[in-house]
């Protein structure tokens, strides 16, 4: 309970800081209070008697200052939203179509998957990018084409 109080401040300090209603400094002092005592009540679950209590605070204190990065570092969130996000599409598939029946297939489902995220992250169309791959591999001499973007490319 006390853990989801320091949550629930944290996630308010964050609400504020994108809303401009605290500036960045403002935002890690606000922070200090919440990281003491979130660290106190880790430290204190290490040694609660219940077993896997103890070993879930154990290994985020293992994670130590990683855990806090966003308030170190601006533009990182405290949330996981932006990683999940890219998944959602996965996941919503693989629920529809009850998997793959293949090894092939299921290669083929996260080639195919991992190349729409891509190309939607890089603000490319997924639907030019499928049909330059499709006539590259027909053309005879190609070099194919690539996900990385020209920019970014060596050379």
Do not use: H
Not at 15 to 41: G, Y
Not at 57 to 76: D, H, K, M
């Amino acid at each position: 309970m006390a853990l989801l109080v320091q949550t629930k401040k944290l996630f308010r300090c964050f609400r504020e800081l994108c809303a401009d209603k605290l500036t960045w400094p403002e935002f890690q002092t606000a922070m200090e209070p919440v990281i003491s005592e979130v660290m106190q009540l880790l430290q204190a679950g290490t040694k609660c008697g219940q077993p896997k209590t103890e070993s879930t605070c154990r290994n985020i204190l293992t994670l130590g200052s990683a855990l806090w990065t966003f308030v170190r570092v601006p533009g990182i969130t405290p949330d996981n939203n932006a990683a999940e996000r890219p998944l959602r599409r996965a996941v919503i598939w693989r629920r529809k179509s009850f998997g793959t029946q293949s090894q092939a297939g299921s290669r083929f489902v996260e080639r195919i998957l991992t190349t729409v995220t891509t190309l939607r992250q890089q603000g490319r169309n997924v639907l030019d990018y499928l049909t330059s791959i499709c006539s590259s591999a027909a053309a005879p001499n190609s070099d194919g084409i690539s996900l990385v973007p020209e920019l970014l490319r060596p050379g």
